[in-house]
């Protein structure tokens, strides 16, 4: 997949999935909030052009399974014709829903170790340019627990030393636990990890490697001749279907390059509406002073009894979600930037487990913040090195025996992601953040939270991981 098709595929969203929401008759406030965000890593070397396997050019040699979930029951539809609530017939429904996601959850501890990697991975993918930035720490481990499964030797042990784990079976059990934390499909919330490994078809490969991939990281693999329609075809379709056919239209430009071996993708697609949403009566008109200047933007408004939070050089706020994750907002004080605050450890502290914060109140909070819609596709391969990942693209040095005999290298790497908020909820993920006092208590019974200058923001997990993290500098 070449640059400039990832890049499309990512940002030709901005009405469509709104429109092809209404053709599936999603509900309103999910197309609102529907939310894309991949990354494709791509590795290879050219071998010539091989003999035709599998209906239409293409193989499926593994087909991932998602566990299957009760739907979550509408409400609506469990009120009487007198206005009455349907208890006894929603409780058993409910109480299905409920053991299904119960079902889901790993152990306690299963996210242990992953305290260094995420904010790791954040300050590398946030860094190295200007202006309006997102990533998604989630997604790159996910591609990373799967290079480490093609990979062998100290190959190997560079990517289990980044993801903070001893061996390739810690990282096997941690990583699908952390996909079962982060899954839940049940028509209220969608978040789905999704993985996909694709060989070109003059490529040899080691069985239960793919097997591995497929029982571990839910990973569906494909084979078929790299640069052809049937192969560039399945994998449009790959990718429709794991976004709910929201990107139907962005990923007819998806293709591969001839000259691929070997490719490794790896989705998320994270939908969900705030706990409380705003009013659209109260958005109003205000100026953000970003770094290019003093634009107009639409203002989401709130006031009411919440949580505000402070530390050394920024406030911050967390808007609840109904996945069960937060969406914080990191207000950096004057004087002090978003990569100020993006080099310490506070905001990551906080973001993982504001239970055990210590400078937090409940007081009366004027939530106001900026509608927004930011993007950035950059190339890996410079925050991986800054991360310690290095051998896998020399070809001298990079050993992909687990895989294959042949000689192969990382050769590519690229990842995009999209972020946006609006009254409902957050659009492939979002993060946003209050103006505030710093690390200075605030008063004792209200605070104006007014996010109009350059700020962070985080999106985490009911669990604390790292979904997404972004920089916003302008409002476009």
């Known amino acids: 997949m070449k640059k400039e098709d990832l890049f499309d595929a990512v940002t030709n969203l901005p009405d469509k999935y709104v429109k092809e929401a209404k053709k599936r008759k999603i509900p309103r406030w999910t197309a609102a909030v529907a939310a894309i965000l991949t990354a494709v890593i791509l590795l290879g070397i050219f071998f010539g052009p091989g003999v035709d396997l599998g209906r ?17 029951p ?6 009487k014709w007198n206005g009455e609530f349907d208890d006894e017939a929603f409780q058993p429904v409910y109480d299905r829903w409920r053991e299904d996601l119960n079902a889901l959850r790993p152990e306690e501890d299963f996210a242990d170790g992953l305290e260094t990697y995420f904010p790791t991975a954040a300050r590398a993918l946030l860094s190295g340019s200007q202006g309006n930035r997102v990533c ?11 290079l480490a499964e093609i990979t062998d030797g100290d190959t190997r042990q560079e990517i289990l030393a980044v993801l903070g784990s001893d061996d390739l079976e810690d990282l096997r059990t941690q990583a699908k636990a952390v996909w079962r934390s982060v899954y839940r499909q049940d028509g209220a919330v969608n978040s789905v990890l999704a993985n996909s490994l694709w060989l070109d078809q003059g490529e040899s490969f080691r069985q239960e490697t793919v097997d591995r991939l497929a029982e571990n990281d839910y990973a569906s693999v494909y084979r078929g001749e790299m640069g052809s329609e ?12 794991q976004t709910g056919g929201l990107l139907k239209n962005a990923a007819k430009s998806a293709r591969f390059s001839p000259d691929t071996v070997l490719a490794l993708a790896s989705t998320v697609y994270f939908q969900s509406k705030w706990t409380e949403e705003f009013s659209k009566s109260n958005t109003r008109e205000g100026t953000f002073h970003g770094l290019s200047g003093d634009t107009s933007a639409d203002f989401l408004r709130s006031d009411g009894a919440d949580t505000y939070y402070w530390g050394d050089g920024f406030a911050a706020y967390g808007k609840r979600l109904e996945s069960g ?11 002090v930037t978003p990569e100020d605050l993006l080099a310490g450890e506070d905001v990551f502290t906080l973001a993982s487990d504001s239970s055990q914060w ?23 391969t410079d925050a991986l090195e800054t991360m310690g990942i290095s051998k896998v693209f020399d070809l001298g040095q990079a050993d992909f025996s687990p895989i294959s005999d042949n000689d192969l290298y990382l050769s590519q790497t690229d990842h995009a992601a999209r972020l946006a908020i609006d009254e409902e909820g957050v659009t492939a993920a979002a993060y946003t953040l209050m103006d505030a006092a710093g690390a200075a208590r605030p008063p004792e019974e209200e605070v104006d939270f007014r996010l109009d200058r350059p700020f962070l923001t985080m999106v985490t997990s009911q669990d604390g991981l790292l979904l997404f993290a972004g920089i916003v500098c302008d409002i476009e």
């Open 230 to 241: 049937e192969l560039d075809k399945a994998l449009r379709d790959w990718l429709d279907e």
């Open 325 to 335: 994750g937060t969406m914080w907002f990191f207000l950096p004080d004057e004087g």
């Open 136 to 146: 998604s720490p989630l997604n790159v481990y996910m591609a990373l627990a799967m």
């Open 74 to 79: 509408n409400e609506q539809k469990y009120i």
């Open 358 to 380: 210590e400078n937090q109140t409940r007081l009366i909070v004027h939530v106001s913040i900026p509608k927004f819609d930011i993007f950035q596709q950059q190339t890996l």
């Open 56 to 72: 239409g050019g293409v193989q499926v040699l593994a087909a991932a399974e998602y566990p299957q979930m009760t739907a979550y």
